[in-house]
């Protein structure tokens, strides 16, 4: 089973632009859907947005237009970049498949922290 390990967060100040990086321990070729989740603290993890196979994506109400994700199949990568940071983004991120979030299995995520 493909693993996942996420990186590139770290504490920026409000209206900052962080990219995050999702890599991927096999292809991520026929993976037909990649998201981005995360979970703040005292709250559910929530979906942030996907994207698809063919490129496709889409986005939460409170990220779109503010967040882009992007996929490197040839690298086995996918992105999160956060432009336009708010305080209230400030969660634990992690990347995942709809397989793999259903069975429970998680990656050791990256923290963003929006501070000034």
């Known amino acids: 089973q493909v693993q996942f390990v996420e990186s590139g967060g770290g504490l920026v100040q409000p209206g900052g632009s962080l990219r995050l990086s999702c890599a991927a321990s096999?292809?991520?070729?026929?993976?037909?859907?990649m998201g981005w989740y995360r979970q703040a603290p005292g709250k559910q993890r929530e979906l942030v947005g996907g994207i698809t196979s063919g490129g496709s994506t889409n986005y939460a109400d409170s990220v779109k237009g503010r967040f882009t994700i992007s996929r490197d199949n040839a690298k086995n990568t996918v992105y999160l970049q956060m432009n336009t940071l708010k305080p209230e983004d400030t969660a634990l991120y992690y990347c995942?498949?709809?397989?793999?979030?259903?069975?429970?299995?998680w990656g050791q995520g990256t923290q963003v922290t929006v501070s000034s």
């Open positions: 096999g292809s991520i070729f026929s993976i037909g859907f």
């Open positions: 995942n498949t709809p397989e793999r979030r259903r069975s429970g299995s």
